[in-house]
Nanobody, 123 residues
Framework: VQLVESGGGLVQAGGSLRLSCAASGRTFNNYGKGWFRQAPGKEREFVAAINWNGGSIYYADSVKGRFTISRDNAKNTVYLQMNSLKPEDTAVYYC?????????????????WGQGTQVTVSS
């Protein structure tokens, strides 16, 4: 099982990035997926989650209205569209697959994790 994130990079404040997380090894279509992030010196925090069919979606308050999570089960991929980026969004972003079909905000609900992709937002 492998989750590979891509799409991170350096962007100016106010800009946009789209993160992708492609899964290989097995199909995750019946599982919830989430995005988390960890800034230097801080604990990992929840960003967004989507259940198996996209019917339930949750966002952290800090990203609500700016970030959008989506999934393409045909491609076994989950996305995070990030708009109006702020310097405080700078972090390593991780995708994860949950233990079941639900969308969860707690990281202990997730059992498979990607290696992370760096997002840096300059002011």
């Amino acid at each position: 099982v492998q989750l590979v994130e891509s799409g991170g990079g350096l962007v100016q404040a106010g800009g946009s990035l789209r993160l992708s997380c492609a899964a290989s090894g097995r199909t995750f279509n019946n599982y919830g997926k989430g995005w988390f992030r960890q800034a230097p010196g801080k604990e990992r925090e929840f960003v967004a989650a989507i259940n198996w069919n996209g019917g339930s979606i949750y966002y952290a308050d800090s990203v609500k209205g700016r970030f959008t999570i989506s999934r393409d089960n045909a491609k076994n991929t989950v996305y995070l569209q990030m708009n109006s980026l702020k310097p405080e969004d700078t972090a390593v972003y991780y995708c994860a697959v949950s233990r079941d079909y639900g969308a969860w905000t707690a990281d202990y609900e997730y059992e498979d994790w990607g290696q992370g992709t760096q997002v840096t937002v300059s002011s």
